[in-house]
């Protein structure tokens, strides 16, 4: 009865782990002239915020999936907070960097 939310749960957070690893490995894909879905953007102004507007369709999909299943856990809200909160850090992190690197330039 769960198994099209299970599905596209993992979907979407599939996607969100891929368009992620693809915004962390931007610079070394390039210096390596190695495939990357985002180089066409790179290093235009508003490259993250584009990447961070992907991500988060991709995200509130998995979210709408989540809240569908009957998860009556009392930990349900760490799952919340992970999916909610959670997946942004690696984000804010890479976004971060870049920021700094771009400074000392």
């Known amino acids: 009865e769960w198994e099209q939310s299970l599905r596209k749960?993992?979907?979407y957070l599939g996607k969100f782990i891929y368009i992620m690893d693809a915004f962390d490995d931007m610079?070394?894909?390039i210096r390596d002239n190695i495939y990357n879905p985002f180089r066409m953007w790179?290093?235009?102004k508003?490259?993250?915020e584009r990447v961070r507007k992907i991500?988060?369709?991709n995200a509130a999909e998995c979210a709408?999936?989540?809240e569908?299943?009957?998860i009556v856990s009392e930990q349900v809200h760490i799952l919340r907070n992970i999916l909610y909160s959670g997946i942004w850090?690696?984000?804010a992190k890479i976004s971060d960097r870049r920021k700094e690197d771009e400074k000392s330039l």
Do not use: C, Q, S
Request: glycine residues 8%.
């Open 27 to 29: 610079e070394n894909d």
């Open 9 to 11: 749960i993992g979907f």
């Open 55 to 57: 991500l988060m369709v």
């Open 46 to 48: 508003g490259f993250d």
């Open 42 to 44: 790179y290093p235009e």
């Open 68 to 70: 569908k299943l009957p």
């Open 89 to 91: 850090t690696k984000f």
């Open 64 to 66: 709408r999936e989540f």
